[in-house]
């Protein structure tokens, strides 16, 4: 059964950038595309970029300019970088699999991210 | 960019009802439309992929049909764990893009 798990720091200060880790178990990340999505507190879910294991991207360009998707086929993760945080990015932060012309079938468990003084 | 326009945003049901839920995509989107529930404190479950296919493992009272701009989501029978927040999602376009949610409560 595959699994993800998210990992990062869950405080970040304005302006500073953002960095989260999913890791994938139970099956390998290459063939797939790998997602993250986020949702502020309370409200719904935005997706924010995608890789293939290969290390095309695609990304939400309400975001591009601050975001930056990787993958790391050896460590089976994915990685996160979202750059000049504001507190409008505070949010659950999610890892799933699948993109374009797909489903998000995996999914991880989530992880906050605060962005505070 | 294709926006997901859900409706209602909240239905309150009875254990036992059929609920509807409907998904408008700004433009055509094929059959490219996805359902999930999410419960609170829980990530987000497939339950429909390709407009009207069911995810392994979920009970077949739900379904999904349409294709173009206009979805549905139906549960027939609605059950105690079935109330949650439904969103739909198309994965047509480079931007992918959810719906607002719909809420199903109880009555």
């Known amino acids: 059964q595959v699994q993800l798990q998210e990992s990062g720091p869950g405080l970040v200060k304005p302006s500073e950038t953002l960095s989260l880790t999913c890791t994938v178990s139970?099956?390998?990340?290459?063939?797939?595309?790998w997602s993250w999505i986020r949702q502020p507190p309370g409200k719904g879910l935005e997706w924010i970029a995608y890789v293939y294991y290969s290390g095309s991207t695609s990304y939400n360009p309400s975001l591009k300019s601050r975001i930056t998707i990787s993958v790391e086929t050896s460590k089976n993760q994915i990685s996160l970088k979202l750059g000049s945080v504001t507190a409008a990015d505070t949010a659950l932060y999610y890892c799933a699999r699948g993109a374009l012309r797909s489903s998000f079938d995996y999914w991880g468990q989530g992880t906050l991210v605060t962005v505070s003084s | 960019d294709i926006q997901m326009t859900q409706s209602p945003s909240s239905l309150s049901a009875s254990v036992g009802d059929r609920v509807t839920i409907t998904c408008r995509a700004s433009?055509?989107?094929?059959?490219?439309l996805n359902w999930y529930q999410q419960k609170p404190g829980k990530a987000p479950k497939l339950l429909i992929y390709?407009?009207?296919s069911l995810q392994s493992g979920v009970p077949s009272r739900f379904s999904g049909s349409g294709s173009g701009t206009d979805f549905t989501l139906t549960i027939t029978s609605l059950q105690p764990e079935d109330f949650a927040t439904y969103y739909c999602q198309q994965s047509y376009s480079t931007r992918l893009t959810f719906g607002g949610g719909t809420k199903v409560e109880i009555k």
């Open positions: 390709a407009a009207s």
């Open positions: 433009q055509s989107i094929s059959n490219y």
């Open positions: 139970g099956g390998s990340i290459s063939s797939y595309y």
